[in-house]
């Protein structure tokens, strides 16, 4: 009977161990496949090479976790992943690194489902091996010997609600950081935009002064009044967009205009 209850001792927290290395490797290659998917949908090299560093970042967080997950092809995945990713870095076009990135999102997005494997084996083995273990030892066992093994059973269940909780966390977590980089990224946008107008609306009025349009209406920059920082950045690009457009026809107007 004493061996029996070291055997659960040894087996359990074991499974345990393996199960949140599996989990842990699980969060971070999906931060991994959601920084390469971002990656792939840029629109300029300097987006792209950014967000193909941040999934490398993540695959390097979840190496250890492979490790000792076990699960040698996502493991193996990930490593390739890397070694292309690791070649945007030196891209010199826009069309060579995105080559790169979509190669490395085929292959980031195979080892989510490997990992989602292991992770749902590994559950299934620890069920297992805690079952065999009661099942030969109910014929020996007395009545607090089986309250002592389905208080272990209790705290195992425990520790598996926790586990999962962990994981609703780290997801929402990596919502979270996402989005601040979304908005990070909106305001970047709308910074460059509104030094570039101001700047064009101070070069405006200076030519005019020079061809001494002394009459005309001084080139101000059109205000935005709606709240922006909601719409997309498709969307904010192109508010912006048509305000350099209707400065500049006011700046030709005020030009053909002069005398």
């Not at 959601?34 to 987006?47: F, T």
């Not at 069309?95 to 590994?122: H, M, P, W, Y």
């Not at 609306?201 to 005019?208: E, H, Q, R, W």
């Not at 005309?216 to 922006?228: A, M, N, Q, R, V």
Request: hydrophobic share 35%; net charge negative.
């Amino acid at each position: 009977m004493r061996k029996f209850y070291l055997l659960c001792l040894f087996v359990a927290p074991t499974a345990i161990y393996a199960q949140t290395d599996c989990e842990d490797a699980n969060s971070y290659i999906v931060s991994a496949y959601s920084h390469v998917k971002d990656s792939y949908d840029s629109n300029n090299i300097s987006h792209l090479k950014y967000y193909a560093n941040r999934s490398v970042e993540s695959f390097e967080l979840s190496k250890n976790n492979l490790n000792n997950c076990g699960c040698s092809k996502a493991l193996d995945l990930a490593k390739k992943s890397m070694e292309l990713l690791a070649k945007v870095e030196n891209a010199e076009t826009f069309e060579d690194g995105r080559f790169f990135v979509k190669r490395a999102r085929d292959l980031t997005k195979e080892s989510v489902i490997e990992i989602d494997k292991c992770s749902i084996v590994g559950y299934t083995e620890e069920t297992a091996q805690i079952s065999d273990a009661s099942t030969n030892a109910t014929s020996t066992v007395d009545n607090n010997a089986l309250s002592d093994l389905q208080k272990q059973q209790l705290e195992l269940q425990k520790q598996q609600d926790a586990l999962k909780l962990k994981a609703e966390h780290l997801k929402t977590q990596m919502a979270e950081q996402k989005n601040q980089e979304l908005i990070l990224e909106k305001q970047k946008l709308i910074s460059s935009y509104n030094s570039a107008i101001s700047k064009n609306v101070k070069t405006y009025n200076d030519v005019l002064k020079i061809c001494e349009c002394g009459s005309h209406h001084p080139i101000s920059d059109i205000k935005l009044t709606e709240d922006i920082k909601n719409k997309s950045l498709k969307d904010i690009k192109a508010l912006y967009n048509s305000n350099l457009k209707t400065l500049a026809t006011n700046y030709i107007e005020e030009l053909d205009a002069c005398e």
